[in-house]
């Protein structure tokens, strides 16, 4: 069982919450258990409450990427 406050994920989640869109403003989020269930209820990450989800921009994960291989992606 992990001990993180947000188990679930990770889901790439788009910038304006809902399933189609560009890459610019997407992001990566880690939910807690009841942002799991209000997924489960609606599938729409709109539903998600403030603090029950921890983002990570995708730009920094492409950074990271580019930084750790040396590429310019």
């Given at each position: 069982?992990s001990?993180?406050?947000?188990?679930?994920?990770?889901?790439?989640?788009?910038?304006?919450a809902?399933?189609f869109?560009?890459?610019d403003?997407?992001?990566?989020?880690?939910?807690?258990?009841?942002?799991?269930?209000?997924?489960?209820?609606?599938s729409?990450?709109?539903?998600?409450?403030?603090?029950?989800?921890?983002?990570?921009?995708?730009?920094?994960?492409?950074?990271?990427?580019?930084?750790?291989?040396?590429?310019?992606?």
């Amino acid at each position: 069982m992990s001990s993180s406050k947000y188990p679930n994920g990770p889901y790439m989640v788009l910038s304006d919450a809902s399933t189609f869109d560009g890459v610019d403003g997407c992001f990566i989020a880690f939910v807690s258990d009841k942002a799991q269930q209000e997924l489960e209820a609606c599938s729409d990450f709109k539903a998600v409450e403030d603090g029950e989800a921890e983002d990570i921009p995708l730009e920094d994960l492409m950074a990271a990427y580019n930084q750790v291989h040396g590429t310019h992606f």
